[in-house]
C-alpha cells in the first residue's frame, strides 16, 4: 500500500478516495433501498410484489400522477414568470434592475418550505389575508392542496427560468437580430423567428431544472399538499407513519422516484448540450430606453413577478415581529418570538451552524481535490469517476435519507441518530454541485501557468499551492458560500434522519407550521432568512454569483 | 550563466493513436540558437515539453551537457521556458514572478532583488517591479515570461512561439530583442514556430519537422536555398511548383532543347521547382539570357505590394506562375492580360520525386 502511494502519488489516492466516497455514501444506500424494495412489504418474499403493488393500487399509483401534475405546473408557472422577466430585464432599462435581480436570487436561494409556510400564513385556514377577504364578505378558497403547491414552485424555480433566459438572451449578438432586421423581418416576427430560438435551449433547460427541483420536492406538498400526496411526501409518510410503516414500500417509491429524476435530468443535459449556439459576441445586444406607457408597464410587468416571490419572506419577516400567546396572534409587535426561539430551543440553531460548517468544510476540501484531480489528471477511470459522483443529483433528498436509515443503522456503519450521519447527507447532497465548479474554475486557469511554475523549479505541490490554489480561491469561497446557504436550509433529508438531539432550524420551522405556532416558526424562518440574505451579500461581493448558482 | 549543448537521441513519443515523434535526432550546439520549424501537430512542441520535462518520452535520451536527464523531475531539470500564452502568474507582481524561481532555488533575499532588478533591465522593464499583469501589453507580460525564464540561468532556454500571440510589428521588434537577449547571455535556446519567417530571421540552425519526423536540420540559408525534399521547399518560403508534364507543355520552343530532369527522369517521374522571386519577366523584344529556361504566359493579375510586385501569369490551362519582382518605374510594370515570356535560371531550379518527394539532383 505504501509503496502503491508512492509510486502513483497524492493524486491517485485523491481518485481512490473519490471512488470510497461514492461506494459508501452513493451505491450503499442505493444499494439498500434496492434491495428493500424487492421484499415483499406483506409476505416478505423476493421479487417485484411491491412494485405490482404500486401500480395496481390506486392510492399509491395516484401520487405519481399527482407528483406529474403539481411538476408540471410549477415548470409552466416558472416559465410564464421567468421568460418575460428575462426578456425585460436584459432588453429595457429597468429601473432598480441589480435589486430585482438579487431578490429573484434570494427567493431561489430561500428553501421552497418557507414559501409554503407563508402562503399558509396568508391564505390558510386561518390565514390573514383570508380573513381580511371573509371580513368584507369574499369566501376565498385556501390555498391547500395541488394549487397551492404549483403555486409555490411556480414562485420558487422561476429565478432558474429567469437567470438562464436571461444570459441566453445577453449573448444574442445584436448582428443576428439587425440582420434579421435589415432581411425584411417586423420587429414581431424578429423575436420570434431569431431571438427565441436561440434562447430556446436556455429556456428548456431551465425549465426542466424547475421539473426536477419540483418533482422531488418534499417540504412544500408536506405543508400546503394537505390531503393531496405526491411521492417523495407518500415515501416519507410510509417510512415515518406512526400506524402502518411500511419501509418497503417507502423503497419502492423511492426507486420510482430516481427513474422520474433521472429521466428529467436526463432531459436536462440533453437539452443543455444539443443545440447550444456559441456566440461570438462581437456585438452585445442594445438596451433599449423606453418612454411614457410603454416604460411604464416595461417596470410593472418584472416588478410584479418579482414583489410577488418576496411577498412571502416579507410575511414571514412581518410575522416573526408580531406578539402571540400561544398559537394565536395577538396585537402589536415584539421581540416575543425570538426570544422563545433563541431561549426555549438554541439548540436548533447551533445544530443547524455545527451542521452545516462542518459539511461545507468537507465540501470544500473534497470537492477542490476531487475536481483538480478530474479536470487537470485527465484517465478512463478519473472519467468514470466524473459521472458517478455526479449521481446525487438524481437522489431526491427523501431518497437519500431512506437509503442513509437503511445502510446506516447497522455494522459497520452504525451512524442512525448521530450528528455525523446529518453532516455526511449534507455532504454528499452538495459533492457534485462542489465538484462541477472546481472543474470549471480551474477550466479558466491556464494548465501552462502551473507547468511554469514547475519549470522554474516549483515542485508539483509547491505549484499548486503557489499557482493554481490562490487563483481558485475567489472561486472556492462562493462555492462554499453558496454551499452552506444550501445545506443550511436543507429539510427533506434531514427529516428523515433527525432525532430529539439533532434538530436543525428547518426541521424546527417544519415543526412549528405543524403544530400551528406560526410565531416562532416565523422567528425561526426569519433568522434562516438573515443568515441566507447576509451569505448571498457575501456571494455578490466576489462578483458573477449568477453563474455559479445556475 | 554557462552555455551548454544539448543532445536529443532517438527520441519516440507516442499519444494514443499517433506518433508524435518518430526517432528524433537533433545536436544543439552550445550558445546556439535553434528552432524548431513545422505545422501544427508536426511533434515541435511535443519535443520541447519533452525536453523541458512536461512529457516523459517513450523511449530514448535526452543528454543535456555531460548529464542524461531523463529521469530528473520537471522542476530540478534546470531549463527555463517560455510559453506561448505567456503564463504570467496573474495573482503575483512582475518582481514577484521574476523572484519565483529565485525562491524556489532559496537564492537570499539581497541576491533576489539584485537579480530580479538586472533581468528587468534586460528585458527593458525597469521600473515595473510593482504592476500586476493585467496592467501590462501582451508585449510586456512576454517580457516579464522572458525575465522569469532567464534569472534563474538555466542551462537551457526553451521558447513554445512566444511570439505567436502579438501583432505583427511587435513580433518583428520582438524577435530582435529576443535574439539580443540570447546572444548577450550566450545561453543555448530551442525555439518553436511555425512562422517561417520568423525561424529564417531568428536561427543559427533550424530544424524542419512534419509527421513527428524531423526533415532537415541546416542554417537558414540550406533550409531556404537547398531544401532536401518537397516538403521543405514549399513550407519555407513561397514555390512555384509544376508537374514535368505542366512544365514541359508551357516551355518557350527556344527552351526545349536545354531542358532536362535529372536522372533522366520521365516526365510523370518528378515535379520541377523554383523561388517566385528568381523568375524575371522579359522586357518585350529582349534577348534570352543564357543558361535560363523560359515559359510563355499571360499576365492573369497584377499585385502591387509596394516594395515588389507579385503577377499570377497564366502559362497553361489551369497552370499559374508566381513571380515576384522589384519594380523601381512604373512604365517597368506589366499590365494585366499583356502575353509575356518569363525566365528562371536553370541553377535555380529543382526537381522533387514525383512519389516521394525526394530531391532529386542533377547528375544524381
Known amino acids: 500500500m505504501l509503496n502503491w502511494f508512492r509510486r502513483n502519488g497524492f493524486w491517485s489516492a485523491v481518485t481512490l478516495g473519490g471512488f470510497a466516497i461514492f461506494g459508501i455514501l452513493i451505491l450503499l444506500p442505493v444499494y439498500s433501498i434496492v434491495r428493500e424494495s424487492f421484499f415483499d412489504a406483506d409476505s416478505g418474499a423476493f421479487g417485484l410484489g411491491n412494485y405490482v403493488t404500486f401500480f395496481s393500487t390506486p392510492y399509491y399509483f395516484r401520487t405519481l400522477f399527482n407528483s406529474l401534475i403539481v411538476s408540471v405546473g410549477g415548470t409552466v408557472g416558472a416559465v410564464v414568470l421567468g421568460v418575460p422577466l428575462a426578456f425585460f430585464t436584459t432588453r429595457y432599462r429597468i429601473r432598480g434592475g441589480a435589486l430585482l435581480s438579487t431578490l429573484a436570487t434570494l427567493a431561489l436561494l430561500t428553501p421552497p418550505f418557507l414559501g409554503a409556510y407563508a402562503w399558509i400564513v396568508m391564505l390558510g385556514r386561518n390565514g390573514f389575508l383570508r380573513q381580511l377577504l371573509m371580513a368584507i364578505g369574499i369566501n376565498f378558497p385556501t390555498i391547500y392542496g395541488p394549487l397551492g403547491i404549483i403555486i409555490v414552485f411556480t414562485l420558487q424555480f422561476y429565478p432558474f427560468v429567469y437567470l438562464l433566459t436571461a444570459s441566453g438572451l445577453q449573448t444574442v449578438d445584436r448582428s443576428l437580430e439587425e440582420a434579421a432586421e435589415n432581411l425584411g423581418a417586423r420587429p414581431f416576427k424578429k423575436f420570434f423567428r431569431v431571438t427565441m430560438p436561440l434562447v430556446i435551449p436556455s429556456v428548456t433547460s431551465g425549465a426542466l431544472l424547475a421539473f426536477m427541483l419540483s418533482l422531488a420536492n418534499f417540504g412544500t406538498p408536506m405543508i400546503i399538499g394537505a390531503r393531496f400526496r405526491v411521492l417523495p411526501t407518500l415515501a416519507y409518510t410510509m417510512y415515518t407513519s406512526e400506524v402502518a410503516t411500511r419501509p418497503a414500500m417507502a423503497s419502492t417509491i423511492s426507486i420510482i422516484l430516481i427513474f422520474a429524476a433521472s429521466l428529467a435530468i436526463f432531459l436536462q443535459r440533453y437539452t443543455a448540450n444539443r443545440r447550444k449556439y456559441t456566440s461570438l459576441l462581437l456585438n452585445r445586444p442594445v438596451v433599449i430606453r423606453l418612454k411614457g406607457m410603454k416604460n411604464v408597464l416595461a417596470h410593472l410587468i418584472p416588478y410584479l413577478i418579482v414583489g410577488l416571490s418576496t411577498l412571502p419572506m416579507v410575511v414571514v419577516v412581518v410575522f416573526a415581529f408580531r406578539n402571540t400567546s400561544g398559537p394565536v396572534f395577538t396585537s402589536g409587535f415584539g421581540l416575543d418570538s425570538f426570544r422563545r426561539v433563541i431561549f426555549d430551543v438554541p439548540q436548533a440553531i447551533t445544530n443547524s451552524l455545527v451542521f452545516s460548517v462542518s459539511a461545507v468544510i468537507l465540501i470544500v476540501v473534497v470537492g477542490t481535490l476531487l475536481g483538480f484531480v478530474l479536470s487537470r489528471r485527465r484517465s478512463t477511470v478519473n472519467g468514470i469517476l466524473d459521472t458517478l459522483l455526479m449521481s446525487p443529483y438524481i437522489l431526491p433528498g427523501t431518497v437519500l435519507g431512506i437509503g442513509f436509515i437503511t445502510a446506516f443503522n447497522r455494522p459497520p456503519f452504525m451512524l442512525s441518530g448521530t450528528a455525523t450521519i446529518i453532516i455526511l447527507a449534507y455532504f454528499i447532497r452538495r459533492l457534485p454541485y462542489s465538484v462541477r465548479s472546481a472543474v470549471s474554475i480551474l477550466q479558466q486557469i491556464d494548465p501552462a501557468l502551473e507547468e511554469a511554475g514547475v519549470s522554474l523549479g516549483a515542485p508539483p505541490a509547491r505549484a499548486f499551492r503557489k499557482v493554481a490554489l490562490p487563483l481558485m480561491i475567489p472561486g472556492i469561497v462562493s462555492g462554499a458560500v453558496l454551499s452552506w446557504i444550501t445545506t443550511i436550509n436543507e429539510l427533506s433529508t434531514s427529516i428523515l434522519l433527525y432525532v430529539g438531539g439533532t434538530i436543525t432550524m428547518p426541521i424546527r420551522i417544519y415543526l412549528s407550521v405543524m403544530d400551528g405556532y406560526f410565531g416562532p416558526g416565523s422567528a425561526m424562518a426569519t433568522i434562516l432568512l438573515a443568515a441566507t440574505g447576509l451569505a448571498l451579500l457575501i456571494l455578490n461581493t466576489f462578483g458573477d454569483s449568477r453563474r455559479t448558482i445556475v | ?364
Not at chain 2, 552555455?3 to 552550445?30: M, N, S
Not at chain 2, 545561453?187 to 514556430?193: D, E, G, K, P
Not at chain 2, 521547382?273 to 534577348?287: H, N, S
Not at chain 2, 526537381?351 to 518527394?357: K, L
Request: with cysteine; charged share 25%.
Open chain 2, 1 to 364: 550563466m554557462a552555455a551548454t549543448p544539448i543532445k536529443i537521441e532517438r527520441i519516440r513519443k507516442t499519444f494514443p493513436g499517433v506518433t508524435a515523434l518518430d526517432d528524433v535526432d537533433i545536436d544543439v550546439a552550445e550558445g546556439e540558437f535553434f528552432t524548431l520549424l513545422g505545422p501544427s501537430g508536426c511533434g515541435k512542441t511535443t519535443l520541447l515539453r519533452t525536453i523541458a520535462g512536461f512529457y516523459q518520452q517513450d523511449s530514448g535520451h535526452i543528454h543535456v551537457g555531460d548529464t542524461i536527464i531523463d529521469k530528473v523531475p520537471t522542476h530540478q531539470r534546470d531549463i527555463g521556458m517560455v510559453f506561448q500564452n505567456y503564463a504570467v502568474f496573474p495573482h503575483m507582481t512582475v518582481a514577484e514572478n521574476v523572484a519565483f524561481g529565485l525562491k524556489n532555488r532559496k537564492v537570499s533575499a539581497a541576491d533576489i532583488t539584485r537579480r530580479v532588478a538586472k533581468a528587468l533591465a534586460t528585458v527593458q522593464l525597469s521600473g515595473y517591479e510593482q504592476r500586476t499583469p493585467d496592467q501590462l501589453s501582451g508585449g510586456q507580460q512576454q517580457r516579464v515570461g522572458l525575465a522569469r525564464a532567464m534569472v534563474i540561468e538555466p542551462r537551457l532556454l526553451l521558447l513554445d512561439e512566444p511570439l505567436s500571440n502579438l501583432d505583427a510589428k511587435l513580433r518583428i521588434q520582438m524577435r530582435e530583442d529576443i535574439l539580443d537577449i540570447q546572444r548577450q547571455l550566450g545561453i543555448t535556446a530551442v525555439y518553436v514556430t511555425h512562422d517561417q519567417e520568423e525561424a529564417l530571421v531568428i536561427s543559427d540552425r533550424i530544424a524542419v519537422m512534419n509527421f513527428g519526423r524531423v526533415q532537415q536540420i541546416g542554417t537558414p540559408w540550406e533550409i531556404y536555398r537547398d531544401p532536401v525534399n518537397e516538403f521543405v521547399a514549399t513550407f519555407v518560403g513561397n514555390m512555384n511548383v509544376f508537374t514535368g508534364p505542366e512544365i514541359l507543355a508551357a516551355l518557350q520552343p527556344e527552351s526545349r532543347q536545354s531542358f532536362s530532369a535529372p536522372g533522366g527522369a520521365g516526365a510523370e517521374g518528378y515535379r520541377a521547382a523554383f523561388r517566385p522571386e528568381d523568375v524575371r519577366i522579359l522586357a518585350p523584344g529582349q534577348q534570352l539570357p543564357d543558361d535560363v529556361v523560359a515559359f510563355g504566359g499571360r499576365v492573369d493579375k497584377t499585385l502591387f505590394l509596394g516594395s515588389d510586385v507579385t503577377y499570377r501569369v497564366q502559362i497553361g490551362e489551369g497552370v499559374t506562375l508566381t513571380v515576384n519582382e522589384y519594380v523601381a518605374e512604373k512604365t517597368d510594370l506589366r499590365d494585366e492580360k499583356t502575353n509575356v515570356v518569363a525566365c528562371v535560371p536553370k541553377s535555380k531550379l529543382m526537381f522533387f520525386d514525383g512519389q516521394t518527394g525526394e530531391r532529386l539532383r542533377m547528375g544524381g
